[in-house]
């Protein structure tokens, strides 16, 4: 153990003194920092308007076309190919030509956008708003029905999730918990297992490794070489949540500094689509966003973030000591990384197969594959990590827990066996023959 130890430490050293951690350490947060930056600047520097013509043969639609700050419509008359010519002469966006009809019915389907490129989605959800809007109007008004009684009998059922405890739950908030931590544990597996599998083959290259197994065992190295590097993708990953947490913050109080409530409330408020062109006013703003902060708050306090945190840090480092041990096994096996290519699908096949069920979790964490996936060691660490914040039977998390370190154990021999022999192979193409034999040697 003692000599574990001490390979675990110049991992652990050697690593994080490297300039490239101390570079992605850094860039992580600036790069999450800067995503929150862009985004508010980008609806700063957008101020391009889109004029569209109307030209409305069937007079249904006079002055009901809004604008905002990115649209805006003017109306005029005369033939199509006139009033093309024109908008394009004036430099317009395009032309709304809605033709001459009285029935409703062939009017919804033969409403044409002329433009000189292809239209946004903003402009085309603000066009087809208002005319859906309008044809309801005039359909409400052939048959006799009141549309404000209409709307005034209208029905928006709006279900509260509670738990067993009578504290309020949210299946979004839930599921998109889940899912983050299930992706970063794919992606530190991805990105972690690789950088042990490079490395073992860097060692093996350089024929460095034959002095190190002088003083140490190669099942030592192996295990060494595979917790160090995991200490160091923890260590990399608690940084970044920190410094993200950090920068974000002071990008906001930056931005935000020397303005008025209004005006925080109006930045705020630009980073919000608009929806089809319904204007909401700052005080209106300022009551929603106090009682969403409310609202979070209160759905935040239901979720038991030290079971989560606890939980990921376990399916993060056995599912990372799980996989690298494959990784490690395969860098003894090869000598460059071109041969790895083979070795590598049987491998990330379990974790692509993880991602893609953690689609089907999230709409059904009780079902039986939710259940099996979060209990086969291959798959669990994505899958359950999905799972724990919907609330999972302790039976099932204890299983999950011991299968997946039955699985640690039996991949990390297996791995072992090949390390010890590959890991002083030279020159020699490596099959999965080989590799069977090598696994038989005693």
């Known amino acids: 153990m003692n000599k574990i130890a001490l390979v675990i430490r110049r991992e652990y ?90 029935n409703l019915g062939l009017l919804e389907k033969s409403v044409t956008l002329y433009s000189g490129s292809t239209p946004g989605l903003e402009v085309l959800s603000r066009i087809t708003s208002t005319i859906e809007k309008e044809i309801n109007g005039f359909k409400y008004a052939e048959a006799g029905i009141d549309e404000k009684k209409l709307d005034a009998i209208k029905t928006d059922v709006e279900i509260r999730t509670r738990d067993l405890n009578d504290k309020e739950t949210s299946s979004p908030l839930t599921s998109g918990l889940g899912f983050a931590g299930g992706l970063l544990i794919y992606l530190f597996i991805f990105i972690y297992g690789a950088m042990v599998m490079r490395g073992v083959m860097e060692e093996k290259t350089n024929r460095i490794v034959e002095v ?58 630009q980073l919000k689509p608009d929806a089809g062109g319904m204007q909401t006013s700052p005080e209106d703003a300022s009551a929603g966003a106090q009682g969403t902060r409310e609202k979070i708050t209160m759905l935040l306090s239901s979720i038991n973030f030290p079971l989560l945190i606890g939980m990921f840090i376990f399916y993060f480092l056995a599912g990372f000591l799980l996989y690298s041990a494959l990784f490690a096994a395969i860098g003894a096996a090869v000598d460059s990384e ?103 040697y005693h």
């Not at 860039?27 to 308007?49: A, H, R, S, Y």
């Not at 419509?73 to 966006?93: C, E, H, K, Q, W």
């Not at 410094?243 to 020397?258: D, E, K, Y």
């Open 212 to 269: 190190i197994i002088s003083s140490v065992r190669p099942f030592q190295l192996m295990m060494g070489k595979i917790i160090g590097v995991a200490l160091v993708g923890l260590t990399q990953f608690l940084l970044w949540v920190i410094l993200s947490f950090v920068v974000i913050n002071i990008a906001s109080a930056a931005m935000l500094n020397g303005k008025s409530d209004k005006e925080k409330i109006e930045s705020v408020m």
């Open 13 to 102: 050293i050697s690593r994080v003194k490297k300039k490239s951690f101390l570079i992605m350490t850094l860039l992580g947060p600036v790069l999450m920092g800067g995503i929150f930056v862009t985004t508010f600047l980008l609806n700063k520097v957008d101020t391009e308007k889109k004029t569209i013509v109307v030209l409305d043969e069937s007079h249904f639609f006079h002055d009901k076309f809004k604008g905002n700050d990115h649209i805006s419509f003017i109306y005029m008359d005369g033939p199509l190919d006139t009033v093309r010519s024109a908008s394009v002469r004036n430099g317009y966006f395009g032309v709304l030509f809605i033709p001459a009809t009285s």
């Open 338 to 440: 071109t041969d790895t290519q083979q070795f590598m699908l049987p491998v990330t096949i379990p974790l692509i197969i993880a991602y893609v069920a953690a689609m089907n979790v999230i709409n059904n964490p009780q079902g039986n594959v939710a259940f099996w996936f979060s209990i086969i060691p291959f798959t669990s660490p994505i899958v359950m990590m999905v799972r724990i914040p919907f609330g999972v039977p302790w039976l099932d998390v204890v299983l999950s827990i011991l299968m997946l370190i039955a699985g640690f154990i039996f991949t990390t021999w297996l791995a072992g066996k090949i390390y010890r022999t590959g890991i002083l192979m030279y020159g020699k193409k490596v099959s999965y023959r080989e590799l069977w034999k090598w696994l038989k």
